[in-house]
């Protein structure tokens, strides 16, 4: 009886043994096959990204962007996108002095908060910046109000130069305005 418990036991030994290897053997593949599948994502992943350097465009200067470039540059610096404004040159002249009026408004207004945010990222810049990244997103900011600052100062020079009523020319006299 003993020898035969001892068969009993021995044969479902294996048995379980074999349906603890069937069930590793089974594990094995399940993770085989998801590691076969995360190789190719990540395959498929590198091939992408290597289409994209590809695809970058190689490094330019101002010059050689036209507007179309400039346009898909600033929506990929999520800059602001200017083609819905008429570009002055297209404007006729009486367009063009009505635009420069418009502006000119409310130049005293618009020159003090210029000049105010100008001086307050200036002082900013002193107290505040931490490394050379900072101190040039700061400047930049700067450039950027003072090149504001010089068009709508153009713009408010040439109105002045607009409603200025011009003098006539005076053949008699040897210098203007004597």
Same mark, same amino acid.
């Given at each position: ?7 009993? +036991? ?12 069937? =069930?590793? =053997? ?9 590691? &076969? ?8 992943? &590198?091939?992408?990204?290597?289409? *994209?350097? +590809? ?9 050689? *962007?036209?507007?179309?470039? *400039? ?11 200017? +083609? ?17 009026? +418009? ?7 618009? =020159?003090?908060?210029? &000049? ?22 700061? %400047? ?17 020079? =040439? ?13 008699? %006299? ?5």
């Amino acid at each position: 009886m003993r020898k035969l418990f001892e068969k009993v +036991r021995n044969w479902l030994a294996k048995i379980i043994a074999r349906e603890e290897i069937e =069930e590793l =053997e089974r594990i094995v593949r399940v993770k085989s096959n998801q590691l &076969k599948n995360l190789d190719e994502m990540l395959q498929k992943l &590198k091939s992408e990204k290597d289409d *994209l350097v +590809r695809k970058q465009p190689s490094p330019m200067t101002a010059y050689d *962007l036209s507007r179309a470039d *400039l346009i898909l540059l600033r929506g990929y610096l999520k800059s602001i996108d200017l +083609r819905e404004i008429r570009d002055e040159k297209e404007m006729s002249s009486e367009e063009r002095k009505g635009y420069v009026a +418009r502006i000119s408004s409310n130049w005293d207004i618009v =020159e003090k908060v210029l &000049k105010r945010l100008i001086v307050a990222q200036e002082e900013y810049i002193a107290r505040a910046v931490e490394n050379q990244d900072q101190l040039m997103f700061a %400047r930049g900011t700067v450039n950027g109000l003072m090149i504001v600052h010089e068009e709508m100062k153009e713009k408010f020079d =040439e109105h002045m130069a607009n409603i200025r009523p011009q003098a006539e020319f005076d053949k008699k %006299r040897m210098f203007p305005g004597t």
